[in-house]
């Protein structure tokens, strides 16, 4: 089969490649894929990758074939999956089902072969049947839709009535905008040069409050539009680290800072600033669980999340490398790769 293997650690040691085709040991289920979206992890975060592997976390398919022991996924489903692939069972994090922290996790498409592929294998315990009503390319989306529902209802609490500003219209800035939107809160979404057709979508999906932050001085808009309580939370989405440091300036006393974006460089911070000023509370956020998968799921049965407008882009495997340039370019939003047919 034809798959997309990170076969080195160079930045460009990528190749498409004819592999044999995975077979599903005992609990696993062997997938065919339909879409796959690229993330930014698959075009950055090659620390975490480990070559050669096939590449691709953001998918959705047909089950063809299961292993032994698998008993309630059948062939012939439609599905979607966390990429937890491997996890030690054994640990507190395993135990409590925080399977992305479990320092022996193997991840779809960074330790394990991934979705860029025509078929991929997964632990059955990792996947979740897609809602009739939405199609393969939207169902592609349901895992950074759930890492967004993880860093909104899990790690930051946000709340109904709470003031919230997000750095960052990328994909999963648009994803935790329309999460934050649901909860209730009040939503601020920020871009700079070069995100006006992101900025425009966020609009679209009814964000109100929508701006190029190098166009207005933010605090003195904010100081007009938001309540003397100032910006309960925020959320970073861009990795950038000059976003980073403007967040936690303007971030009022006692907010909550959540880092979802992926920063890629060190970052000198005055945590006198930080912690014993505005005592604020600086969370992380990693991944996705199977908990922010059923939030996930629930938001879109229910109508409340729109996943395909996201998607710009949809071009086959073997024409990644188009799709690598447009999904770093800001023109694009969410890019998706189909399997050749």
Not at 206 to 211: A, D, P, Y
Not at 311 to 338: C, F, H, M, T
Request: proline share 4%; aromatic share 6%; charged share 25%.
């Amino acid at each position: 089969m034809k798959a997309l293997v990170k076969y080195g650690k160079g930045q460009n040691d990528i190749e498409l490649r004819d592999i044999p085709e995975p077979i599903p040991q005992e609990n696993e289920v062997k997938v065919k894929v339909e879409a796959t979206g690229i993330c930014g992890t698959d075009l950055y975060g090659y620390s975490a990758v480990k070559p050669p592997v096939v590449l691709g976390h953001e998918t959705a398919g047909i089950v063809v074939k299961v292993g032994k022991g698998v008993k309630d996924i059948r062939v012939g489903d439609k599905v979607t999956t966390e990429t937890t692939a491997y996890i030690c069972g054994q640990c507190k994090f395993c135990q409590s089902k925080n399977y992305n922290l479990c320092i022996h996790r193997k991840g779809l498409g960074s330790a394990v072969n991934g979705a860029f592929a025509e078929y991929f294998v997964i632990r059955k315990e990792s996947i979740h049947l897609i809602p009739p009503h939405i199609n393969f390319i939207s169902a592609s989306l349901f895992e950074p839709l759930s890492c967004a529902t993880h860093a909104v209802m899990e790690q930051a609490n946000l709340l109904k009535g709470e003031t919230t500003l997000i750095l960052g219209p990328g994909p999963f800035g648009l994803l935790i905008a329309q999460v934050a939107q649901v909860i209730g809160a009040r939503v601020i979404m920020v871009g700079i040069k070069g995100d006006e057709k992101r900025l425009a979508l966020a609009k679209n999906l009814g964000i109100s409050l929508v701006f190029n932050i190098e166009k207005k001085d933010l605090e003195d808009y904010l100081s007009n539009i938001i309540t003397e309580n100032g910006i309960d939370v925020i959320f970073e989405c861009s990795g950038s680290i000059a976003a980073v440091k403007y967040g936690l300036k303007i971030i009022r006393k006692g907010g909550r800072f959540i880092q979802a974006g992926i920063v890629h460089q060190p970052i000198k911070l005055r945590f006198d600033k930080i912690l014993f000023d505005k005592e604020l509370t600086i969370i992380g956020s990693r991944t996705q669980k199977p908990s922010s998968w059923d939030k996930a799921i629930n938001l879109v049965n229910k109508g409340e999340v729109n996943l395909g407008k996201l998607v710009s882009d949809v071009l086959p495997l073997s024409n990644w490398k188009e799709g690598y340039k447009r999904a770093k370019e800001k023109n694009s939003i969410k890019v998706v790769l189909q399997p050749d047919k």
